[in-house]
């Protein structure tokens, strides 16, 4: 390094300790890169509407705790006498007291149309969306399950109690369901390669198109687990959808191996095809060679 190159780099680390000196921290951001920069950036405005979310969360327990309080002050009077009674509004107040914290805490996480009071940075249509289905889910879950306990305090039968909390639980995972597939296009997008050229390319477009199946597939086998109570059900869930994952990768690389190579071998000259036109009938026997050579893979792949 040359003396006027040390010099120059002396000066530019003698500005930049200046500039941190006389503008304070803020200037050491300016000086890093821009993802560094865009991280801090992220962290500062998640702390400063830390307070704000705080704030407003405590201000929703407000109506929690008086109705919470007002319920147990109800169990105090000769209406809570009966062991029944009070079992049922105990029931029920918790149900309100557990549903309303779970809406508190997402409000406080993505509230709609409040930007400088939620501490997640995502636009008003997604928050909004997030907020209904955790509110049906959340309102569906607990007060199913605090009506099927009502229902066997009063009286009901232990099978009546069970069927009625499955069909609860039933009903929760048809809601996820119906999410996956309301949001199947958003992430087959995400996961959809940019370019469509290679092997790993076409196997992410093609999780891209089947992503959704696969969990719907893991949503409903894990209520028909719970519901049955199947023995190492879980275990044997996640052993059959790895191994059919698997299968489905073999196959399609497999597939992809054998038709590009023989694409290749039987890739017709334009100026053969322009001296012999009967070759181009013998690529309508190639197209259909191709799909029994497709079947043909995925069978070896299963067997």
Known sequence: ???TGLAGEIDWRDTEVGLVARLGPSAAVRLRSPRDGAHLDRTLRLLQRLPLAVARLL?????MVVFAAA???????????????RLVILALVNAYVICRLIMCITRMLVLPGGQPFRLLELPDETAAYIEIWVKRIAVVAVFGIATAEVARLLG???TGYTSLVRIVMLIVHL?????????????ADW???????????ALRNRLADLWHVAAIFIVMALWVVWAMRVQNGYGLVLQYFLATLAVVVAARLVRIIVLGGLDRIFRINPELAA????LEDALVIWEIAKSL?????????KG
């Not at 201000?59 to 109506?63: A, E, K």
């Not at 319920?71 to 009674?85: E, F, Q, R, Y």
């Open 191 to 201: 996961i959809r390669a940019p370019e469509p050229r290679g092997a790993f390319a």
């Open 1 to 3: 390094m040359t003396v």
């Open 275 to 278: 001296r012999f036109p009967t």
């Open 175 to 187: 809601f996820v369901v119906i999410i996956l597939l309301q949001c199947r296009r958003t992430v």
């Open 71 to 85: 319920g147990h002050v109800l169990l105090g009077t000769p209406l809570g006498t009966p062991v029944a009674t």
């Open 293 to 301: 050579i497709a079947v043909w893979t995925i069978y070896v792949a």
């Open 59 to 63: 201000l929703d327990f407000i109506p």
């Open 156 to 158: 009901l039968h232990r």
